[in-house]
């Protein structure tokens, strides 16, 4: 079945540029008209919502990270990466990929999730 | 965005005991058209992911046990664990996809054995 698994630095200092990437296994990127994920999940606290990316590129970022974020797919790799630019304490998290449902936004696939720590 | 609120923030339940949920959406999240509530469960143990549990308010996950359901439309919606096991401890969000992004998660409700 589909897996997803995030990869990346697990720590990144104050101002720079966290980068993760999303390895989808068990199925083609590039297939069923999913829109690709990025969740976060502040310490102990809720859930957040970045944004998605459709295999041909199409994009929607959470309107209150637009600015900072980017997403962005390889086909050939099956794989999709997040940006986030400019980052400070208040953006350490545990970074999920999630995969909603094809045709509506419950997720009902996630990735194990990576810790992101930003410190100097 | 619509904002989702759950109550309790925490609960403690016997073994073999019903656990009840709420949640509360900012504007309703049931969809004219269809007659479906755009909401959804979550349960998720430390260190794990959130597991999707119920979809459209009241639809069970394939091997999700029945001994988890939902309820409600409109606005309010409530998760009952009919009789709590020790693998339910958890946290349970709730989640609406009804409108355009972004999509929202409640706080979460965190469930415990008393």
């Given at each position: 079945?589909?897996?997803l698994q995030e990869?990346?630095p697990g720590l990144?200092?104050p101002s720079?540029?966290?980068s993760?990437?999303?390895?989808?296994?068990?199925g083609s990127?590039?297939?069923g008209?999913?829109y690709?994920?990025?969740?976060?999940?502040?310490p102990g606290?809720?859930?957040e919502w970045?944004?998605?990316i459709?295999?041909?590129?199409?994009?929607?970022y959470?309107?209150?990270?637009?600015s900072r974020?980017?997403i962005s797919?390889?086909?050939?790799?099956n794989?999709?990466?997040l940006?986030?630019?400019?980052?400070?304490?208040?953006?350490?998290?545990?970074y999920y990929?999630?995969?909603?449902?094809?045709?509506y936004?419950?997720?009902?696939l996630?990735?194990?999730g990576?810790?992101?720590?930003?410190?100097? | 965005?619509i904002?989702?609120t759950q109550?309790?923030?925490?609960l403690?339940?016997?073994?073999?005991?019903?656990a009840?949920?709420?949640?509360?959406?900012?504007q309703?999240?049931?969809?004219s058209?269809?007659?479906?509530n755009?909401?959804a469960w979550?349960q998720?143990k430390?260190g794990?992911?959130?597991k999707l549990l119920i979809?459209?308010a009241?639809t069970?996950?394939?091997g999700?046990?029945?001994?988890?359901s939902?309820?409600?439309?409109?606005?309010?919606?409530?998760?009952?664990?009919?009789?709590l096991q020790?693998e339910d401890?958890a946290?349970?969000?709730c989640q609406?996809?009804?409108?355009?992004?972004?999509?929202?998660?409640?706080p979460?409700?965190?469930?415990?054995i008393?």
């Amino acid at each position: 079945q589909v897996q997803l698994q995030e990869s990346g630095p697990g720590l990144v200092k104050p101002s720079q540029t966290l980068s993760l990437t999303c390895t989808v296994s068990g199925g083609s990127i590039s297939s069923g008209g999913y829109y690709w994920s990025w969740i976060r999940q502040h310490p102990g606290k809720g859930l957040e919502w970045i944004g998605y990316i459709y295999y041909s590129g199409s994009t929607y970022y959470n309107p209150s990270l637009k600015s900072r974020v980017t997403i962005s797919v390889d086909t050939s790799k099956n794989q999709f990466s997040l940006k986030l630019s400019s980052v400070t304490a208040a953006d350490t998290a545990v970074y999920y990929c999630a995969r909603p449902s094809l045709h509506y936004w419950y997720f009902d696939l996630w990735g194990r999730g990576t810790l992101v720590t930003v410190s100097s | 965005d619509i904002v989702m609120t759950q109550s309790p923030d925490s609960l403690a339940v016997s073994l073999g005991e019903r656990a009840t949920i709420n949640c509360k959406s900012s504007q309703s999240v049931l969809y004219s058209s269809n007659n479906k509530n755009y909401l959804a469960w979550y349960q998720q143990k430390p260190g794990q992911p959130p597991k999707l549990l119920i979809y459209w308010a009241s639809t069970r996950e394939s091997g999700v046990p029945d001994r988890f359901s939902g309820s409600g439309s409109g606005t309010d919606f409530t998760l009952t664990i009919s009789s709590l096991q020790a693998e339910d401890v958890a946290v349970y969000y709730c989640q609406q996809y009804y409108s355009t992004p972004p999509f929202t998660f409640g706080p979460g409700t965190k469930v415990d054995i008393k």
